[in-house]
């Protein structure tokens, strides 16, 4: 089974530059003038692979996401005797269980547009893969779909995926320290997506879900903002006052553009 590692040739322990160097000397390797068009799908996982290898926390992540999942569902020891593990699973497809391990198997082993592909024929947000998954694994398998969304621009399924997970991890921590890169991606999709993948009803909506998950004050202040901006264009007034108004309880220094405040009275 192909593992970050085995795609750069370096063992588990390697160093920085050491992953460097591998990295280096295997582009080279696929350089179109060399690989030509064949050589681009490797060249892609290989980039994927030094990006996530080369961040230490992003190492981290995956070295504890894949040791558990090999060691889970001994994959490792089966690919030793000859037994294909992703063949196993596909040939599974009426098994929901099986279908959400090989979602997250494909993930895991760079194959991305397999995975997002069985994810949306089996329903998308519809398919409940926390019903056939440890917690663990739901957890770790909607982080990276959710990333690989977001690089296809389906902002609204990223976004639900991250408010799932943010609630969850309030409920009962797993991620922890690794929870705030999931917070930040989750804010910075708000903050420069969301608004023009969805209408403006939705779009209260998913604004609205942000405000039980526990965010600061201040930033939920900018939530409100936000919500009421929306509602001034939907042309709701009164909603959108009361909304604005709440905002500034939150945080009574909240910027807000004059247009908005002359149009609320505020």
């Known amino acids: 089974m192909t593992s970050h590692y085995d795609l750069l040739q370096?063992?588990?322990?390697?160093?920085s530059q050491e992953i460097k160097r591998a990295f280096r000397e295997r582009a080279k390797r696929l350089h179109p003038d060399i690989a030509g068009e064949?050589?681009?799908?490797?060249?892609?996982?290989?980039?994927?692979a030094y990006e996530t290898l080369s961040d230490r926390n992003r190492r981290f992540e995956y070295d504890r996401v894949y040791q558990r999942f090999t060691g889970k569902y001994g994959v490792n020891q089966g690919f030793k005797q000859g037994f294909n593990y992703r063949t196993y699973l596909r040939e599974k497809q009426d098994e929901p269980e099986s279908q959400a391990k090989l979602i997250f198997f494909e993930l895991l082993h760079l194959e991305e547009e397999t995975a997002i592909s069985i994810w949306l024929e089996r329903g998308g947000l519809d398919f409940p893969m926390e019903k056939y998954m440890d917690r663990e694994d739901w957890m770790d398998c909607?982080?990276?779909?959710?990333?690989?969304l977001a690089k296809r621009g389906h902002y609204y399924e990223t976004f639900v995926l991250l408010v799932k997970l943010v609630r969850e991890e309030?409920?009962?921590?797993?991620?922890?320290?690794?929870?705030?890169?999931v917070e930040t991606f989750l804010k910075e999709l708000v903050r420069l997506h969301l608004r023009r993948a969805v209408d403006a009803e939705t779009y209260v909506e998913c604004m609205e879900s942000l405000l039980d998950l526990g965010f600061s004050p201040q930033y939920e202040a900018r939530v409100l903002r936000s919500i009421a901006e929306t509602l001034v264009r939907m042309g709701e007034l009164d909603s959108a006052e009361k909304t604005f108004r709440e905002a500034l309880k939150k945080d009574p220094a909240l910027p807000a553009a004059l247009q908005l405040r002359r149009k609320l009275h505020v």
């Open 170 to 181: 309030r409920r009962r921590p797993y991620f922890k320290h690794f929870m705030e890169e």
């Open 142 to 148: 909607t982080f990276i779909i959710a990333e690989e």
């Open 10 to 15: 370096i063992k588990q322990d390697a160093s």
């Open 38 to 48: 064949r050589g681009a799908e490797e060249m892609r996982k290989l980039l994927a």
